[in-house]
């Protein structure tokens, strides 16, 4: 607990170089993975210091569903002008949110329009792979642009979701295709059939998007235990 404390206060301190920073965050990752509460780790989340924040939002992005007690803190910093900051957060909202965090990830769902293409990416694999229950919440509080596109994700037919998702891959809106991509994605299971078209995109938010998707496919076709840990894209801490 005390070398954990002392890592906290070290990080936000902000007396170390980057790569001094960069070994304490791995070795406070070493201290939560063993059990050192991840609510002590709050102080970074809230810091003033930047790269306090930074190394804060990326420990939290790599506990998973352990990070729950700081989605209130996380959701701040899907604001945050820093996108590595915003790409973290995500993680965190994806991986923690429940139910009762309707607000948290209708922030982060409206990060598909994200001006970094990271985080735009981020949030369609947030919106393809959120939870139904989850992403139901976040309706409330979603604008009048989202807010009918994430219903139809959760409410379109089955039978009729591919026939309109492959019609709305070449609707001039670039939201509207995105959230196409999305629900392929979403709902195409395993059928790369239906994923080729939107890799074939001339848009390159849905083609990168569907890209990525089959080529998780054949991971896990191959090497299904690699496939379950490999992440979505690169961190920093």
Same mark, same amino acid.
């Given at each position: 607990?005390?070398?954990? +404390?002392?890592?906290?206060?070290?990080?936000?301190?902000?007396?170390?170089?980057?790569?001094?920073?960069?070994?304490?965050?791995?070795?406070?990752?070493?201290?939560?993975?063993?059990?050192?509460?991840?609510?002590?780790?709050?102080?970074?989340?809230?810091?003033? $210091?930047?790269?306090?924040?930074?190394?804060?939002? &990326?420990?939290?992005?790599?506990?998973?569903?352990?990070?729950?007690?700081? !989605?209130?803190?996380?959701?701040?910093?899907?604001?945050?002008?820093?996108?590595?900051?915003?790409?973290?957060?995500?993680?965190?909202?994806?991986? @923690?949110?429940? %139910?009762?965090?309707? =607000?948290?990830?209708?922030?982060?769902?409206?990060?598909? $329009?994200?001006?970094?293409?990271? !985080?735009?990416?981020?949030?369609? /694999?947030?919106?393809?792979?959120?939870?139904?229950?989850?992403?139901?919440?976040? #309706?409330?509080?979603? +604008?009048?642009?989202?807010?009918?596109?994430?219903?139809? #994700? #959760?409410?379109? @037919?089955?039978?009729?979701?591919?026939?309109?998702?492959?019609?709305?891959?070449?609707?001039?809106?670039?939201?509207? =295709?995105? &959230? %196409?991509?999305?629900?392929?994605? =979403? /709902?195409?299971?395993? $059928?790369?059939?239906?994923?080729?078209?939107?890799?074939?995109? $001339?848009?390159?938010? !849905?083609?990168? &998007?569907?890209?990525?998707?089959?080529?998780?496919?054949?991971?896990?076709?191959?090497?299904?235990?690699?496939?379950?840990?490999?992440? #979505?894209?690169?961190?920093?801490?």
């Amino acid at each position: 607990m005390k070398r954990g +404390d002392a890592l906290v206060a070290r990080i936000e301190a902000e007396r170390d170089s980057e790569d001094e920073r960069t070994s304490a965050t791995m070795e406070l990752l070493s201290c939560l993975s063993a059990g050192y509460p991840i609510e002590r780790i709050g102080p970074l989340l809230r810091s003033d $210091n930047i790269m306090a924040v930074k190394s804060g939002a &990326f420990l939290a992005s790599e506990m998973s569903n352990r990070a729950a007690p700081l !989605v209130d803190d996380i959701q701040r910093l899907l604001a945050s002008p820093v996108p590595w900051i915003r790409h973290d957060a995500i993680q965190v909202i994806w991986a @923690a949110a429940t %139910a009762s965090n309707g =607000r948290a990830v209708a922030q982060a769902a409206s990060l598909v $329009n994200d001006p970094h293409v990271v !985080v735009r990416s981020d949030a369609m /694999h947030l919106l393809a792979n959120t939870r139904d229950d989850v992403l139901r919440s976040a #309706l409330e509080y979603l +604008d009048s642009a989202l807010a009918p596109l994430t219903s139809w #994700l #959760l409410d379109e @037919a089955p039978e009729r979701m591919a026939e309109v998702a492959r019609h709305r891959l070449d609707d001039p809106d670039p939201l509207t =295709r995105r &959230f %196409a991509a999305i629900a392929l994605v =979403r /709902h195409a299971g395993s $059928n790369t059939g239906l994923l080729a078209d939107a890799a074939n995109s $001339n848009d390159d938010d !849905v083609a990168s &998007f569907a890209s990525e998707r089959l080529k998780r496919l054949e991971m896990e076709k191959t090497n299904p235990q690699r496939s379950r840990c490999a992440p #979505l894209s690169a961190r920093n801490p």
